[in-house]
């Protein structure tokens, strides 16, 4: 009976989670909810190769919390709520931590995905500053699954 109990609550979260993607889906086009980075370090207009704010930087903390809501403001409707993708895109828990994953991490948000013209992931940095960008990579990090 309880095992019964809990396969129809799974099956009922899946359904669920199907909606909701088909429905995120629906929308393809970008309408990025503004950041606010004020309480984070300002990094300027260049890229940094890697994230500033690693668990060493005074505003770690703050960055993981911005980035939580950033994430699942504006790149939650592909790569899955709190970041457990749907299958829609990649799961961005799984991400190499550190300077590698940094590095692929900010190769796609500056560039996309574009393949034979379509785009699977917009040029994200296009819409967001680098600050919440790599605020969202500090909390992908603190929700890091190996692969
Ligand atoms: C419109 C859907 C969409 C949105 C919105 C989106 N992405 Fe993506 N993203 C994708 C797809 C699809 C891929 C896989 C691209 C490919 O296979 O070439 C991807 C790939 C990535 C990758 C590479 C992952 C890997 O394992 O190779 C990163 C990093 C990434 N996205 C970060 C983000 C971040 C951060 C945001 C929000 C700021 C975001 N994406 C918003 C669709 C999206």
Request: glycine share 10%.
């Amino acid at each position: 009976m309880t095992t019964n109990k809990k396969l129809l609550g799974g099956v009922g979260t899946a359904m669920f989670t199907l909606l909701l993607s088909s429905q995120l889906l629906a929308h393809g086009d970008v309408t990025p909810q503004s950041v606010d980075t004020a309480a984070l370090e300002s990094l300027g207009e260049d890229w940094l190769d890697a994230n500033p704010y690693g668990t060493d930087h005074a505003d770690h903390a703050k960055a993981v919390e911005i980035g939580a809501s950033a994430y699942n403001q504006n790149c939650a409707r592909c790569h899955g709520l709190e970041g457990i993708s749907g299958g829609i895109a990649p799961d961005l828990r799984m991400l190499e931590p550190g300077i590698d994953g940094d590095e692929w991490y900010q190769y796609r948000v500056v560039n996309g995905a574009v393949r034979d013209g379509r785009v699977y992931m917009p040029k994200m940095a296009d819409y967001l500053s680098q600050e919440a960008l790599w605020a969202i990579r500090a909390w992908l990090e603190t929700k890091y699954v190996e692969q």
